[in-house]
């Protein structure tokens, strides 16, 4: 069944032959490169930037996807849960076990040295990506991969619905790519391509004039790495900046009263999450780890701290994620909390290690902590290097983490299936019932089924408190007035070839 160009459609559509073209009447993008030059964008994040290689270890660190979006393409995007559009992909297809997905790539495509883009660069993007042995490629255990000039197919060994939402993270590179391909001036698949990187410091682009799509606006991005929220709001003010994200609520108020900036937000799956790792002997109970979830007010903190990008979770996973599942949220009382934790057996001489990277968690995580001692609990605070805390997160070096966690492709199968099984090792606890539940969520080619499966997986994972899982998050940027095209992302990865400046 063939679909409309740029047409959305549903993941488990996918089951049987399905085919989705994307931009333009002749399967290319009409876009000439006419409206580039008009002006430079400097942009600041969150997040440093200390990788631009999409495929390897640091894929999903917030800094090397925001350099991702802008540097290479994907097979295809996320336009809602379980929809999707092509990108380098022209149209896709699935055989009704959804053990096999093919996709066809664009006519004509090109890397920008001008080398053709192939299935062959594709597959080896994601044997790359497989390799790396990071967070992401968790994802794809057990597929395999072949390919052709012009398609690529995709075999998991066990039927996968999930796996289109999944690959919209993985990124083309030539297929000769190494590591050391992005030390200096990478060869790109995506609208901009790299004049100067420096990890942790600055990445400058230009448009890459190879690009298939549409050509960025803009002579010149910059996405500068300013980690401090008040440093990046006075460089906005200033003008040094044209857009910025990670926002604090009090600064927000104070940018909507600048009538030469404009304050935008969008919802997205991001959970803030604080796992608990079940693995240290102290946090083993599940009676223990729901009691320290019940002594935190996580509700006045929201209201004091976020009342303008948080809002009071109730589940694992965001609202606009396939697999959401509301659950009955758990009610702050620190008596109870403190009688739960002596009743358990809980040692209160042990200090629990309570690590983050992030300035913008600072705030939360002392008070955190503040709630816990107010019953007792020694909690020390340990504020890290964003590679540091990767490295001890892997290693299961801490007693709780606090992280914002989104879904990639609108899919429950990304975050609950690749992060608490068994075999994931991420959380410190392990539940055969959990991975049973999970691996028939991820299986069923039927919705419901699935969907049905996720909600026993959540509410297992919420009543076992693997995690305190206690704000869902909205993304807040804000512009220069003159900035023109710019759309806010709910994942907070926003794109920058639609941005233009008005001089």
Same mark, same amino acid.
């Given at each position: 069944?063939?679909?409309?160009?740029?047409?959305?459609?549903?993941?488990?559509?996918?089951?049987?032959?399905?085919?989705?073209?994307?931009?333009?009447?002749?399967?290319?993008?009409?876009?000439?490169?006419?409206?580039?030059?008009?002006?430079?964008?400097?942009?600041?994040?969150?997040?440093?930037?200390?990788?631009?290689?999409?495929?390897?270890?640091?894929?999903?660190?917030?800094?090397?996807?925001?350099?991702?979006?802008?540097?290479?393409?994907?097979?295809?995007?996320?336009?809602?849960?379980?929809?999707?559009?092509?990108? =380098?992909?022209?149209?896709?297809?699935?055989?009704?076990?959804?053990?096999?997905?093919?996709?066809?790539?664009?006519?004509?495509?090109?890397?920008?040295?001008?080398?053709?883009?192939?299935?062959?660069?594709?597959?080896?993007?994601?044997?790359?990506?497989?390799?790396?042995?990071?967070?992401?490629?968790?994802?794809?255990?057990?597929?395999?991969?072949?390919?052709? %000039?012009?398609?690529?197919?995709?075999?998991?060994?066990?039927?996968?619905?999930?796996?289109?939402?999944?690959?919209?993270?993985?990124?083309?590179?030539?297929?000769?790519?190494?590591?050391?391909?992005?030390?200096?001036?990478?060869?790109?698949?995506?609208?901009?391509?790299?004049?100067?990187?420096?990890?942790?410091?600055?990445?400058?682009?230009?448009?890459?004039?190879?690009?298939?799509?549409?050509?960025?606006?803009?002579?010149?991005?910059?996405?500068?790495?300013?980690?401090?929220?008040?440093?990046?709001?006075?460089?906005?003010?200033?003008?040094?900046? %044209?857009?910025?994200?990670?926002?604090?609520?009090?600064?927000?108020?104070q940018l909507k009263g600048n009538p030469e900036i404009k304050v935008v937000s969008a919802?997205?799956?991001?959970?803030?999450?604080?796992?608990?790792?079940?693995?240290?002997?102290?946090?083993?109970?599940? !009676?223990?780890?729901?009691?320290?979830?019940?002594? &935190?007010?996580? @509700?006045?903190?929201?209201?004091?701290?976020?009342?303008?990008?948080?809002?009071?979770?109730?589940?694992?996973?965001?609202?606009?994620?396939f697999g959401y599942a509301p659950q009955k949220p758990v009610v702050h009382d620190p008596?109870?909390?403190?009688?739960?934790?002596?009743?358990?057996?809980?040692?209160?001489?042990?200090?629990?290690?309570?690590?983050?990277?992030?300035?913008?968690?600072?705030?939360?995580?002392?008070?955190?902590?503040?709630?816990?001692?107010?019953?007792?609990?020694?909690?020390?605070?340990? !504020?890290?290097?964003?590679?540091?805390?990767?490295? @001890?997160?892997?290693?299961?070096?801490?007693?709780?983490?606090?992280?914002?966690?989104?879904?990639?492709?609108?899919?429950?199968?990304?975050?609950?299936?690749?992060?608490?099984?068994?075999?994931?090792?991420?959380?410190?606890?392990?539940?055969?019932?959990?991975?049973?539940?999970?691996?028939? =969520?991820?299986?069923?080619?039927?919705?419901?089924?699935?969907?049905?499966?996720?909600?026993?997986?959540?509410?297992?994972?919420?009543?076992?408190?693997?995690?305190?899982?206690?704000?869902? &998050?909205?993304?807040?940027?804000?512009?220069?007035?003159?900035?023109?095209?710019?759309?806010?992302?709910?994942?907070?990865?926003?794109?920058? %070839?639609?941005?233009?400046?008005?001089?």
């Amino acid at each position: 069944m063939k679909f409309p160009r740029h047409a959305a459609i549903a993941a488990t559509a996918l089951l049987g032959l399905l085919a989705v073209a994307a931009c333009g009447a002749d399967g290319a993008s009409t876009g000439s490169g006419d409206d580039a030059g008009r002006g430079e964008v400097a942009v600041a994040s969150p997040f440093p930037t200390e990788s631009i290689d999409p495929n390897g270890p640091l894929a999903i660190d917030g800094g090397t996807r925001v350099a991702s979006l802008q540097l290479y393409s994907p097979l295809l995007e996320t336009v809602g849960p379980g929809k999707f559009d092509g990108r =380098a992909a022209e149209r896709w297809e699935s055989n009704d076990a959804a053990t096999e997905f093919t996709f066809t790539l664009r006519d004509g495509i090109t890397f920008s040295d001008g080398s053709p883009i192939t299935g062959r660069d594709v597959a080896a993007s994601f044997e790359r990506t497989v390799a790396s042995d990071s967070p992401f490629s968790a994802n794809f255990k057990g597929v395999g991969v072949k390919a052709t %000039d012009d398609t690529v197919t995709f075999t998991p060994a066990d039927p996968d619905p999930a796996l289109p939402a999944k690959l919209t993270g993985v990124m083309i590179t030539p297929a000769g790519a190494t590591e050391g391909s992005y030390l200096a001036k990478p060869v790109t698949s995506g609208p901009f391509q790299v004049e100067s990187f420096t990890p942790g410091g600055n990445l400058v682009m230009v448009p890459n004039e190879k690009y298939w799509g549409e050509k960025p606006k803009v002579d010149k991005l910059t996405i500068r790495s300013i980690p401090e929220v008040a440093a990046r709001v006075t460089a906005l003010q200033t003008g040094e900046l %044209d857009v910025i994200w990670g926002i604090s609520d009090d600064q927000v108020a104070q940018l909507k009263g600048n009538p030469e900036i404009k304050v935008v937000s969008a919802a997205g799956s991001g959970v803030i999450t604080m796992w608990m790792n079940a693995s240290t002997p102290a946090l083993e109970k599940a !009676e223990v780890r729901r009691a320290l979830w019940q002594a &935190v007010d996580f @509700d006045k903190k929201i209201k004091a701290l976020f009342p303008e990008t948080g809002e009071l979770a109730d589940s694992v996973i965001g609202r606009t994620v396939f697999g959401y599942a509301p659950q009955k949220p758990v009610v702050h009382d620190p008596a109870a909390a403190k009688k739960a934790l002596v009743d358990a057996g809980f040692d209160f001489g042990k200090t629990l290690r309570f690590h983050f990277s992030q300035a913008q968690f600072r705030q939360w995580v002392n008070s955190v902590a503040s709630d816990l001692a107010a019953i007792g609990v020694k909690v020390e605070v340990l !504020e890290k290097e964003q590679a540091v805390y990767t490295e @001890d997160l892997l290693a299961l070096n801490w007693d709780i983490n606090i992280q914002q966690v989104g879904t990639l492709g609108l899919d429950a199968s990304y975050n609950l299936g690749r992060l608490y099984t068994c075999a994931a090792k991420r959380t410190g606890y392990c539940n055969p019932e959990l991975d049973d539940t999970l691996k028939r =969520a991820g299986t069923s080619t039927d919705p419901a089924k699935r969907q049905a499966a996720y909600a026993e997986a959540t509410e297992l994972i919420w009543n076992q408190a693997v995690g305190m899982y206690p704000m869902f &998050v909205k993304n807040v940027f804000a512009t220069r007035a003159g900035v023109q095209g710019f759309v806010p992302d709910g994942e907070g990865l926003p794109r920058f %070839d639609t941005v233009s400046v008005d001089e």
